[in-house]
């Protein structure tokens, strides 16, 4: 748990702390996941960049009088010795304050390695600003407190060793004098020409005392290399990414806070009511928890007649335009009472409509959320929806998804069995991606879901959420002024997109499945995690397949499924043939 929550930690310590405005070099066009996830991308290695720095900085401050201590026998000119553990104590800030005694090893006690005569030949000594990332970020968590400093930590060194197996007791007694506790050791003849063994040792201990340790380590003649590597379950500087349901509270972060207050070119930028409503309803969303009903939102007149035009368009195009998915569901919505011309749905109801379908839900969303925040919760088949209504002044554009485009545009497809399933792919394949990865699924996302074309009985069908609730982009996305081309998502992770016009190309499913199939072969085989995961509906848990329990018990639910299968075919084909 220790673990976990320092990688939750680490990724609010790399999240974005820069706004998404102009003036931070945001581009005032349309706002799209895949512009937000390249941003971000700039935007986090920039900030982790600054902690990384800044960690070094309090690295180089550790007090010289310590570092010297141990700098002073490095160079080969005296032979290498295991600090004992006065010397450990004195090495520690904290040292006055520590009473307990740890047996001193006598130095004389220990066999020392024949030294090289060429200083040359001697390890390198690491200097601070040498020291790796996953140090820094130890360094850095330890930097926070007395408290954090002292926190144990578990963590993996891998060690190079020159000499043969017998400098290991050497190496065993400093881990000890530094209060450490080996909890697995592993050794293995070395491949790497010069090196006789590598060793692998996992060790719980204090994030001061781990620091100092591998810096004692470097300075030992007799190892070529010490590298620290994250803990085995939860890597210190993997990304975080939510577990579960739950876990999307701390999923919503914004690109913006109030984007008609930094955008000048927003509809709304100009009017003071329109900002005041916008931050009303923005406070819905930033305290809203998990498992709340969704609050209502009292539509006004003039929000109410902006959503008639729309859907009343919607329902002029839709018969010709839209896939077939889309109008079978729309008209379960209007059977509902869900869907009327005089009247926005809310969130809550639109909710309950899709769990019954899919088992998509809706969380209210005070803005664009960051593309890892937002496909994140697609994982766990929740759809983070705005909540407020474009700017009066034009109905039939918004730079940013509102409410409408939500509902008109997402929530038919959303409650189809197939593209739910295919939304959630894209969701499940972010979890723990790269942000280059993140950029690639937004642009598939991008070139989907929200401009996405299908074919449907030789003709092309629009099922894009961008499409369905934009009259201009659809009428030009069917005509034949854009190209056309098959799905193929690793042409199309990469395809540049047109964010100042329409789109010049579109990409066209050959079905739902197709498309499903398409994405799952690409995911598989082109994408860095090194790990499987799988959403269980029951927990709302995203599980990650990582142990044989794990799979064991997603096989014991895959027989029973086939079971059921087996049993529910045979009783068909008797009843048939009777
Ligand atoms: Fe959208």
Not at 253 to 269: I, S
């Amino acid at each position: 748990m220790m673990a976990v929550a320092a990688a939750q930690k680490n990724r609010e310590m790399f999240a974005i702390k820069k706004s998404y405005s102009i003036e931070n070099g945001y581009p005032a066009r349309r706002r799209s996941l895949v512009d937000d996830a390249r941003f971000e991308t700039l935007v986090v290695k920039q900030t982790k960049q600054c902690v990384l720095e800044e960690a070094r900085q309090r690295s180089n401050d550790v007090p010289s009088d310590n570092v010297e201590a141990v700098e002073e026998r490095v160079p080969g000119a005296e032979p290498e010795v295991v600090p004992s553990t006065q010397e450990v104590q004195d090495y520690q800030a904290a040292a006055e304050s520590q009473e307990e005694q740890v047996p001193a090893v006598e130095v004389e006690d220990i066999e020392e390695p024949e030294l090289t005569s060429d200083p040359s030949d001697n390890h390198e000594v690491p200097q601070d600003a040498d020291l790796t990332e996953e140090e820094m970020i130890l360094a850095n968590a330890a930097s926070e407190s007395k408290e954090a400093e002292q926190t144990i930590q578990k963590a993996a060194l891998v060690l190079k060793m020159r000499e043969g197996i017998g400098s290991l007791a050497r190496i065993l007694k400093t881990i000890e004098n530094f209060k450490g506790t080996v909890t697995h050791l592993e050794t293995r003849n070395s491949k790497q020409e010069g090196m006789q063994f590598d060793i692998l040792v996992r060790v719980d201990m204090s994030r001061q005392n781990l620091l100092l340790l591998i810096r004692s380590l470097r300075q030992s003649s007799s190892l070529a290399g010490v590298t620290l590597l994250a803990d085995n379950s939860v890597s210190i500087k993997d990304p975080w990414f939510p577990r579960h349901a739950s876990d999307l509270d701390n999923c919503n972060h914004l690109m913006t806070k109030y984007e008609p207050e930094l955008d000048m070119n927003h509809p709304g930028f100009a009017d003071k009511t329109y900002r005041e409503r916008r931050k009303k309803i923005a406070e819905i969303a930033f305290s809203y928890k998990y498992g709340d009903p969704i609050p209502r939102i009292e539509y006004s007149p003039e929000e109410t007649s902006t959503w008639t035009a729309v859907f009343n368009m919607v329902l002029d195009l839709m018969p010709k335009h839209a896939c077939m998915e889309y109008r079978k569901v729309f008209k379960m919505l209007q059977d509902d009472g869900i869907f009327k011309p005089d009247r926005i749905p809310q969130l809550e109801e639109m909710s309950a409509f899709m769990k019954k379908h899919t088992g998509f839900t809706l969380r209210p969303a005070a803005g664009l959320l960051t593309a890892r925040d937002f496909l994140a919760s697609l994982a766990f088949r929740v759809f983070q929806s705005t909540q407020y209504v474009r700017h009066t002044s034009s109905p039939y554009h918004t730079p940013e998804p509102d409410c409408i485009h939500e509902m008109l545009g997402h929530m038919p497809l959303l409650a189809d069995p197939s593209f739910a399933q295919f939304s959630q792919e894209i969701g499940l394949a972010s979890l723990g991606a790269s942000d280059a990865e993140i950029e690639k699924l937004s642009t598939v996302y991008w070139f989907t879901v929200e401009f996405g074309l299908c074919k449907e009985a030789g003709q092309v069908k629009a099922y894009g959420a961008g499409l369905l609730s934009s009259y201009g982009e659809l009428l030009h996305a069917i005509s034949d002024k854009p190209e056309h081309r098959p799905f193929e998502p690793a042409k199309t992770a990469v395809q540049p997109y047109q964010d100042q016009e329409y789109q010049p190309i579109y990409y066209v499913a050959e079905s739902f499945e197709d498309a499903k199939d398409k994405f799952r072969r690409w995911v598989s085989s082109g994408m860095s995690r090194p790990f499987e995961v799988r959403y269980n509906p029951h927990t709302q848990r995203v599980e990650v397949l990582d142990t044989i329990e794990r799979l064991e018990n997603m096989m014991s639910q895959l027989n029973l499924e086939i079971l059921h299968l087996n049993n529910a075919y045979n009783k068909l084909k008797n009843t048939t043939l009777a």
